[in-house]
């Protein structure tokens, strides 16, 4: 494969923190002086009471331990806001850009400040307290941010759950970690659509309750106007509440590594994992990162397109730009409403020097024609970011030609809601680019590729990314199953942090992130367990057996394959296949929709009953020359019937 280098510019060179010689010098530190390094960039961020131990790690199972300045104490929302209003009382630290483009709205540090304590003195005359767990269900709007910082200026740790998960999972996530106060909306509005999330609140927490969980309030945001009912002595109007509140509450002393957040993920069970991140190595981390990895610089506005319900938006929308003292733009919308040009009018419209989005979106973008960039300005634009998921090269030409222009070096981020900030990426002063490659290893990042038998591979190699060794914002613990988290990340390469994803390396040091090696695939940036979509399947009562692969989808990058056995007696039909989608985007939400669905009257198993995945992947992605061998299966005669009924057939 060939391969288009684009070497740094030189204005990119002479505007960038870090040219290539400072990235070089300071990442031969950071892995041979971590103590050191980290003491230094440590400081980035306000201590109450400064640090004296810097980084106290252990890889090996039993016994995983991370703790990173662990004897220091801050708070976070001091940190993201008090800080800053000496210098910067006035400058727009979230610019909110309306779901309607009539709508914005500019809220300085200062005004900041103010939503921020109100909201924290509510939150706590409703007896919300240090450790207790607050779960968001919020739309893009200020409130959510409002309220992350909020928990973390009074101790509390939040556990955001994306709004377009459905009842079934919100109760899920409000049950797992106990949490007994829910912040939420009447409706979010996307793409001119509203989506009930107050309703859903209310089935959520009678779903919860039911399994014996206990929401004492229920907080209100008044977003669209509309009809909601409101739970006497439970709910409570977030306006009114806030009226009612003084504008003055002390931030609370953290501990380093007191908790933060809580924030749910997709593995390769079925039952999402609670994935906790702590204090101070967190902030540390995240705005590091921010700071070089979008080569920020005072006074410029600053856009990711992410969702506040994912990590991208807790890092690189609200903790790493703030606690920087950036202008961070938040949109409520979607990157097609009221047309495909609206990422690039919003661009114009304010101005935004940085931008940060999906691949999905890019590719959906590059399919709805160049004229809708091109009629549009983006002067300045200045760096653009990918995540989410490998970006394709001729998406990243596009990108590159179209949107950029040829001006903006793309930084391609590869990170996972698990290690808190961005750990593999170019910087945009420093490193040659190619498309399709995240290339280097940030500071302090130590990445080795292992072989299936935990092999190390050296020099020009594909293989299993691991991490050797820890960086402070990678997560401390499954929340509340520590065992869970030894088994999951630390135990497959015995001492080594396992991603999950395959890799190679190329001979200039350059990493090609190939995907997951495990269960779990990637729908338009999103994960997904294919367990949890095979449990939403088979909780159906004419299903008796499902299995679920990723196929190679244009737009999603991966497309969701279902292969299901009815129970006896059931009758394929489409409209069976409409009632199995529609039920599993009950159970888990729009995002997990099937694409594919395969009635299929057996599974190929292995004798000891393990279903081939590999065979189904082959069959899904209608390569069924290469299946390799299938003299294992207990009925190989399944496998005629799965390929003569396959759904993509070419
Ligand atoms: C931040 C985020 C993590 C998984 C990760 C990998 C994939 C993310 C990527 C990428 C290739 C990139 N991924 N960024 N793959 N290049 N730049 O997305 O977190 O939702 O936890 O997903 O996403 O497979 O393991 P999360």
Request: charged share 25%.
């Amino acid at each position: 494969m060939s391969v288009n280098v684009h070497p740094v510019k030189p204005e990119w060179k002479a505007k960038g923190l870090i040219d290539n010689d400072t990235y070089l010098a300071w990442y031969k530190r950071s892995v041979e002086d971590p103590e050191g390094f980290w003491a230094e960039h440590g400081k980035r961020i306000d201590w109450i009471k400064p640090f004296s131990s810097v980084k106290n790690t252990n890889f090996n199972t039993p016994g995983v331990s991370i703790k990173w300045f662990e004897d220091g104490t801050l708070n976070v929302s001091a940190n993201c806001i008090d800080r800053h209003l000496a210098t910067r009382g006035d400058q727009v630290a979230i610019l909110w850009e309306g779901d309607d483009p009539s709508e914005d709205r500019k809220i300085t540090y200062r005004e900041l400040s103010e939503q921020v304590n109100r909201l924290s003195n509510v939150m706590k005359a409703n007896g919300v307290k240090k450790g207790d767990r607050v779960t968001i269900y919020m739309p893009m709007i200020p409130e959510a941010a409002y309220t992350m910082l909020a928990c973390t200026r009074i101790g509390a740790i939040h556990s955001i759950v994306f709004g377009g998960f459905s009842p079934d999972a919100l109760a899920g996530r409000i049950e797992d970690c106990g949490s007994d106060f829910v912040v939420t909306a009447d409706e979010g509005l996307r793409g001119g659509k509203k989506v009930p999330l107050k309703a859903n609140t209310d089935k959520a927490i009678e779903i919860a309750e039911k399994a014996g969980a206990k929401v004492r309030n229920v907080l209100v945001v008044r977003r669209t106007g509309g009809a909601v009912a409101m739970k006497d002595g439970r709910d409570i109007w977030y306006h009114e509440a806030m009226d009612a509140a003084s504008a003055d509450c002390p931030p609370a002393e953290m501990s380093a590594e007191d908790p933060l957040f809580i924030l749910y993920t997709s593995g390769s069970t079925g039952k999402p994992k609670g994935v906790m991140h702590t204090t101070g190595g967190y902030l540390v981390y995240a705005s590091m990162t921010h700071q070089y990895v979008f080569d920020y610089q005072d006074n410029e506005v600053y856009w990711c397109t992410a969702d506040v319900g994912w990590v991208t938006g807790h890092s690189y929308i609200v903790y790493g730009p703030l606690a920087n003292g950036a202008t961070t733009l938040m949109f409520e919308g979607v990157p097609n409403y009221p047309s495909p040009s609206r990422f690039w009018d919003v661009v114009d419209k304010h101005d935004v020097s940085i931008f940060y989005t999906a691949p999905t979106a890019i590719r959906a973008l590059m399919g709805a024609g160049d004229e809708h960039v091109t009629k549009t300005s983006r002067k300045s634009l200045r760096v653009l970011g990918s995540v989410g998921e490998p970006i394709n090269p001729e998406a990243w030409e596009w990108y590159y030609k179209v949107v950029g222009e040829e001006r903006c070096p793309i930084v391609d981020t590869w990170w996972q809601t698990e290690t808190g900030g961005i750990l593999i990426t170019p910087l945009p002063g420093a490193t040659d680019l190619k498309p399709g490659s995240a290339t280097r290893p940030f500071f302090g990042v130590q990445p080795q590729l292992v072989d299936n038998d935990g092999n190390v591979l050296v020099g020009a190699t594909e293989g299993n990314l691991c991490i050797t060794d820890s960086w402070p914002g990678q997560m401390r613990t499954v929340y509340g199953d520590h065992e869970r988290f030894e088994q999951t990340y630390f135990s497959t390469y015995h001492g080594k942090y396992f991603t999950g994803d395959g890799c190679r390396r190329d001979d200039d040091g350059y990493y090609w992130i190939t995907g997951r090696v495990d269960d779990v695939i990637n729908v338009s940036g999103h994960r997904m367990g294919t367990a949890e979509v095979e449990s939403a399947l088979v909780a159906h009562a004419k299903v008796s057996e499902a299995a679920v692969v990723g196929y190679p989808h244009d737009l999603k990058g991966q497309g969701i394959y279902c292969y299901v056995t009815l129970m006896e007696g059931e009758e394929p039909s489409d409209a069976l296949r409409k009632e199995l989608v529609a039920h599993v985007r009950s159970e888990i939400g729009p995002i997990a929709s099937p694409d594919k669905i395969q009635f299929a009257p057996g599974l190929p198993k292995t004798r000891s009953g393990k279903i081939m995945r590999r065979i189904l992947r082959k069959i899904a992605e209608d390569d069924f020359g290469a299946l390799g061998d299938t003299s294992t299966l207990a009925d190989p005669t399944v496998v005629d019937d799965l390929i003569d009924n396959r759904q993509n057939k070419k």
